[in-house]
């Protein structure tokens, strides 16, 4: 039987996993990938926490599953569990399609958005809670959770030590503050871009040198786009060059930076002949 995939989509910061397990309940969904970690009802099935990285860029890979070895893991347990219908948290439509895509998972039959759930105060709630104070939900108890983190427990959903035995509404969450939070605001310079295009055009065969790269951010801050002008070696096939430096820039950048590539426009200024 064919898994189906759920997805919960919202940007970082607004509340998407304090209300997941709402949502996977309202949606009929067995399990929950959040941040790298797959959560079957109280358990961690498998995964190492994105919020346990020490920098956002670390924690964004893993939570789109990068490695490997974190993909078999996790491929592996959900052959095993027997679920039939799985919730994939994540901050964008095309961050779905990558996780879907690295576990090799069936699109989603569904796609659900934090603006649907939550309203307006809540969210800016949750924002501050994540900017002003550093704070990030994982929707397992802290029981489950402390083999897995290694980072500061903001505050434990419950007291274990109580006599009570009524199980508090939250005590299926736990509140932390990864490393990562005390960085504040990560800012990736257009110099660090043109570097890393730099050094993969001097690995590719029939690239001479990169004359210039320009770097435009959207407004809607939903990616960039990156414009380049080369020079290539007379004799090359100009057309395979340019596209297969534009598919391995939109790859590294994307993989090294975290940052969505929308286009890569690739300009051939003239030819060079080979020494």
Sequence with gaps: MTMEVVAFVGPSG????????????????????????????????????????????????????????????????????????????????????????????EPPVKTVYITQIASKAEIKRARHSRLQEGKHIVPVPSVELKSHFTGYFANLPYNLFSKERKKPKD??????????????????????????IQIIAKKMLGVDRVLWVSVRRRSDSKGITIVIEVILFYGVQVMQVTRQLQRKVKEKVEYMTAMQVKNVDVSVRSLAVKK
């Design 14 to 105: 607004t509340g998407k996993s304090h209300h997941a397990i709402g949502v996977a309940h309202d949606n009929k969904c067995d399990a929950i990938i959040d941040d790298g970690l797959l959560i079957k009802g109280t358990k961690i099935l498998a995964g190492t926490s994105a919020k346990n990285e020490e920098n956002r860029i670390q924690a964004v890979r893993r939570a789109i599953f990068t490695e490997d070895e974190h993909v078999r893991q996790v491929k592996e347990a959900l052959a095993k569990s027997g679920i039939r219908r799985l919730l994939i948290i994540a901050t964008s439509d095309n961050m779905i399609k990558k996780i879907t895509g690295r576990l090799g998972l």
């Design 171 to 196: 005590a299926d969450r736990s509140v932390v503050r990864p490393a990562f939070s005390f960085y504040g605001k990560l800012l990736i310079s257009d110099r660090v871009i043109e570097n890393i």
